[in-house]
């Protein structure tokens, strides 16, 4: 079965600082996609980030980026120069592919604070 | 431009109670998805539904039912509510592509005492 593990349930950093929270899954699939999600105190869910995993290439948004390690299954998201803003929770997760449906996986998550 | 909008936000419950939660997408999606959130847990997946008229169990279904209603409309109901089921629900949606993300709608947080 897939699984996804966030080994860190919290982590900080000092505003600009860089952040690394790291993401490991298991899955026996060469093609998969990942996602981290941020969940700021409002409770809404909201994408950072992609990976395919037939790329390469690590995805970056802005401050944004990710590691992405296919052999060994790890899928790391570094945030620079660190911001108030960037405060909240951040979950790692693996889109699988099931009997026509996408659906997808999510790790625990990571609490990140930042602090001024 | 609405994306998924989950009512109600807030609810609380005595135990045995029952209570239905509504979820709708503006954004024809074929997919929608219940998850529940819980502490040192992540989301975990409830139900889904690839179409309108389709749905399966996912994680974590027991205690729980639903309805795909129509292209739009996702609902999730409590027969008989228990205190476990004190959680954050969420309703989310994707688009067609096997790299498209979930768009989640802001969550319930239900109480059951």
């Known amino acids: 079965a897939q699984t996804v593990t966030q080994s860190q349930p919290e982590m900080s950093v000092q505003e600009a600082e860089t952040v690394t929270l790291s993401c490991t899954y298991d899955?026996?699939?060469?093609?998969?996609?990942l996602f981290w999600y941020k969940q700021p105190p409002s409770r809404q869910m909201i994408l950072v980030i992609r990976q395919e995993a037939y790329k390469q290439q690590n995805a970056t948004e802005n401050r944004f980026s990710v590691n992405f390690q296919k052999a060994a299954k790890s899928f790391s998201l570094k945030i620079s120069d660190s911001q108030l803003g960037d405060a909240a929770m951040y979950f790692c997760a693996y889109k699988m592919f099931s009997g026509g449906y996408n659906k997808l996986i999510f790790g625990a998550g990571t609490r990140l604070a930042v602090h001024p | 431009n609405a994306g998924v909008t989950q009512t109600p936000k807030f609810q609380v419950l005595k135990t045995g109670q029952s209570m239905t939660l509504q979820c709708a997408q503006d954004?024809?999606?074929?997919?929608m998805y219940w998850y529940r959130q819980d502490p040192g847990m992540g989301l975990r997946l409830i139900y889904y539904s690839a179409s309108e008229g389709t749905t399966d169990k996912g994680e974590v279904p027991n205690g729980y039912n639903v309805s795909r209603l129509n292209k739009r409309e996702f609902s999730l109901r409590l027969e008989s509510a228990a205190p476990s089921q004190t959680s954050v629900y969420f309703c989310?949606?994707?688009?067609?592509?096997?790299?498209?993300?979930?768009?989640f709608g802001n969550g319930t947080r239900l109480t059951v005492t």
């Open positions: 954004m024809n999606h074929n997919s």
């Open positions: 899955t026996s699939e060469s093609d998969y996609y």
């Open positions: 989310a949606s994707s688009g067609p592509l096997d790299s498209s993300p979930l768009h």
